[in-house]
């Protein structure tokens, strides 16, 4: 578990990640990382008010901490298939959040999935798919249903994880920037 402090040297270090992809130069390693430089595996959100702008995660865990959020929090803001890469303008409105991956455990049986507290990989073949744990929350999910997204994003039939699919949870320590005025919507 990180601290509060690990927790926003975490963050400050990834936006300054995201601003030296941004402007094609290195980041420079925390000094002293302490915590942050011990192998771990993590994801991280971009966020524009209460739109995602952008998610990359490692499951890999073998890298520290601190080279895992610079990765994942450059490709974020660039490499998301699903956005086209932030402009440096966007840079100061975007919200980071970052979710520090315990190791996963394959399910013996997928009902003992808790919605909140587990994230989901769902893996058949050369399918594989993961859900983070507050995925679910903000969906408003029940247990089936976040299995089934999870298998539907994988590619596979929504029921694949009653019929084969292997099931692995994990927990994640989820913390971010708390929304500025400027630019951030409510979301409730």
Known sequence: MLTPNDQQRLLRHARRAIAARLDDRRIEPPTSPGALGEPAAAFVTLRLGD?????????????????????????AATRDPRFPPLPPSE??????EISVLTPFRRMADPAETVVGRHGVMVEQGSHCALLLPQVAEEWGWDRDTFLSQTCIKAGLPADAWQTGAAVHTFEAQVFGEAPSFEGATSAG
């Open 51 to 75: 739109r995602l702008r952008g998610c990359i995660g490692s499951v890999e865990g073998g890298e520290p901490l601190h080279e895992v959020v610079a990765h994942c929090a450059g490709d």
């Open 91 to 96: 840079l100061p409105a975007v919200r980071i």
